[in-house]
């Protein structure tokens, strides 16, 4: 097994797409989960004169469903046209510097800059997105089918590595300096630098096996990745389990982003977490990802990625309930272990799977559908939970409750959106035989599309 990996990919080429995991998962641990976005809540929403609690969360989800909807309506036919041109890492370059340049750029977001702190943020937000798309779709040429649950568990791991790497070493300057809005704001701009500089090795060390097909006469690659497309739709039939499997991760997959973009505002909001905590708290998170990644990717190449994802999805319900009925902040602390360690065995497991789906040489396309059916959804969940937050923390004003009150209460209902998500992704899960889908996969004939039609 490993004889024939190592003709498909080299050791320093694994270590390339790893250390990228890296790199990115410091931009989401800083400005997804523990640093920004609760800055953008607190102090930069917070300090506009005279607007209501719960308006922080609101133009937080709207922001991440903005982001989400731009990649949903992109991913596809870029995904199309990396595959037919051999276009992976010349795209995955372009949404990394973007999204590189705009994190640096959250450094002049301040108190109530609250529209260049939305439009920066949505913008390095489509990057990282984007960007994850090509990230994935170089997996399927660097590791085999019955690699791919390893290589991408450990991929998993050392990104969330990577995250507690840049947490800890923002984490000191923040507590010395009580959380001075200067230092916060320069640790985006070193979180920036800390993706680029570990994003460098996948475009230097990394070969794209993919070869750049000539383009049919009166073609263009728009108009060809539109066909190939229209063409991947009209061959659905022959990919049912993937399709089922797309529909559940649409769903389920809102539940795991409602968590990530929420986890530093929930843990403000109701629990009344200073930055510093908030990134110890982030620290816990990742560390526990790390070994759900790693202990998932075992369990998928054991016992099959269907069953280690139903299993992982059934141990993330059990935070989500915990937090709706508990006040303490010690168990915060706990319940943020114990989703770390299971979301991220979501996430690895559901990447492994489109690559195990996925036909050959069509890697890139069926990531681009993965892409878009989760950021489909994720467009729909962060706004939905921003926007009940923010509905109920109303309702109880209304009934008397003091606005601090009020808004936790808001919060704790807005759980209630991300269990219900998850619990109806699991349920059609369920339905996916995943020995079909493989099947289907090896099946298929390479990039099988007329060129000229």
């Known amino acids: 097994m490993e004889t024939a990996l190592q003709q498909k990919s080299t050791r320093r080429e694994r270590w390339a797409w790893y250390l990228y995991d890296f790199g990115n998962s410091a931009y989401a641990a800083v400005v997804l989960l523990a640093v920004y976005s609760a800055y953008f809540q607190g102090a930069v929403v917070g300090g506009v004169e005279g607007w209501p ?62 529209f260049i702190g939305m439009l920066f943020f949505i913008l390095a937000e489509i990057g990282y997105r984007s960007a994850q798309v090509f990230y994935n779709a170089l997996l399927p040429e660097i590791a085999d089918q019955d690699e791919m649950p390893k290589i991408s568990g450990n991929g998993w791991a050392i990104g969330s590595i990577g995250g507690i790497v840049c947490l800890l070493i923002v984490l000191i300057p923040i507590v010395l300096t009580k959380s001075d809005p200067l230092v916060v704001r320069l640790s985006l701009v070193f979180t920036a630098v800390f993706f680029a500089v570990f994003a460098l090795f996948i475009f230097l060390w990394v070969k794209e096996r993919a070869e750049r097909r000539r383009l049919p006469e009166g073609e263009t690659y728009l108009s060809l990745a539109l066909k190939r497309l229209g063409h991947t739709f009209r061959e659905v039939r022959s ?8 529909v559940a991760f649409l769903i389920y997959n809102d539940g795991i982003l409602m968590v990530l973009d929420f986890g530093a505002i929930l843990g403000a909001v109701l629990f009344g977490m200073e930055q510093q905590e908030l990134i110890i708290f982030m620290i816990i998170v990742q560390i526990t990802s790390v070994v759900g990644a790693y202990l998932f990717g075992l369990i998928a190449g054991d016992f099959g990625g269907k069953r280690s994802l139903v299993l992982s999805l059934l141990l993330m319900l059990i935070p989500v309930v915990w937090l709706y009925f508990t006040n303490s902040k010690l168990a915060f602390y706990f319940i943020g272990g114990w989703a770390g360690f299971a ?47 923010a509905w109920a923390t109303k309702q109880f004003e209304l009934q008397g409750q003091i606005a601090e009150l009020a808004e936790q209460s808001g919060h704790r209902i807005a759980l209630f959106s991300i269990l219900a998500f998850l619990l109806v992704g699991l349920m059609i899960l369920l339905s996916v035989n995943e020995k079909k889908g493989r099947a289907a996969a090896q099946a298929a004939p390479e990039a099988a599309v007329p060129e000229g039609s």
């Open 343 to 389: 979301l991220t065995g979501v996430q690895s497991v559901s990447r492994t799977l489109v690559g195990m789906f996925s036909p050959p040489g069509k890697s890139a396309e069926f990531y681009g559908f993965f892409a878009v059916t989760g950021r489909t959804s994720s467009f729909i969940g962060p706004t939905i939970f921003g926007l009940l937050a």
């Open 53 to 114: 609690e719960g308006r922080g969360s609101m133009l937080w989800g709207i922001a991440v469903g903005i982001a989400m909807l731009t990649v949903a309506l992109t991913a596809p036919v870029l995904g199309a046209i990396a595959d037919f041109s051999g276009a992976k890492k010349r795209i995955l370059f372009f949404y990394t510097a973007m999204c590189v340049v705009f994190c640096a750029l959250l450094f002049f977001v301040q108190r109530g800059d609250w």
């Open 239 to 246: 990919f049912k389990e993937f399709v089922k499997f797309m």
